[in-house]
């Protein structure tokens, strides 16, 4: 059997622990999304965006995988879930388990970003069940956020904060499903509680 060693500082609950949520997302991935920002992340990227997202020991909100999945099932004009983060990675094994819940009910499909790269995703000391959540990613973007090579430029780059992160379409078949994109968009949602929350990636706005 694999053996899944446990990252220095992340305590696994059981339950995943989530920063934010947000749906019907256009921005973060093809088609409209469910969006998963999750909590911790220890790549230390200068500028991130997400500074918040870093510390393992906020809990953000806990949840389990089959709510979060029912969540995302809920809204029907979902076609998939991003999940962002943070490092995603950090929680493989639940996420694993939204992928593929959402998968079976409706074929929903899964975005990943990470900081990790494929090859050290896929390598000699990947972040624990890394291999469960890789079966269930349709596109991959990975790679830490380089300052020096933002992609905020029209036709810089799509769905990606810098140049060095690369788009794996793990899934042949979603990727052949895909429009040509041009450029990063980036939305604002203003939720019923009156907070307002930017996402996505320099560049054009969506206006709904
Ligand atoms: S991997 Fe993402 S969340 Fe983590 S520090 Fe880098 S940009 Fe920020």
Redesign the pocket.
């Known amino acids: 059997m694999k053996a899944h060693p446990q990252i220095a500082g992340y305590k696994d609950t059981g339950l995943l622990n989530i920063h934010g949520y947000l749906e019907e997302t256009k921005v973060n991935g093809p088609g409209i999304r469910a969006l998963v920002v999750t909590q911790g992340?220890h790549?230390?990227?200068k500028n991130?965006?997400?500074?918040e997202?870093?510390d393992l020991n906020i809990i953000g909100e806990s949840i389990s995988a089959f709510d979060l999945a029912k969540r995302i099932l809920s809204n029907p004009k979902h076609e998939g879930v991003t999940y962002s983060?943070?490092?995603p990675f950090l929680q493989a094994k639940g996420l694993s388990e939204v992928s593929r819940i959402i998968r079976e009910e409706k074929g929903l499909t899964t975005v990943c970003?990470s900081?990790y790269t494929y090859n050290e995703l896929t390598g000699n000391s990947p972040p624990p069940y890394a291999d469960l959540l890789l079966k269930q990613i349709d596109l991959l973007i990975d790679g830490?956020?380089v300052d020096g090579l933002k992609t905020n430029e029209f036709g810089a780059g799509i769905f990606r904060?810098s140049s060095n992160q690369k788009l794996w379409w793990l899934n042949p078949s979603f990727a052949l499903k895909q429009k040509k994109f041009d450029t990063n968009k980036c939305e604002i949602h203003i939720k019923p509680s009156g907070e307002i929350i930017f996402t996505g990636f320099g560049g054009d706005t969506i206006n709904y």
């Open positions: 992340c790549h230390g990227c991130c965006q997400n500074p997202t870093w983060g943070g490092e970003y900081g830490r956020y904060g």
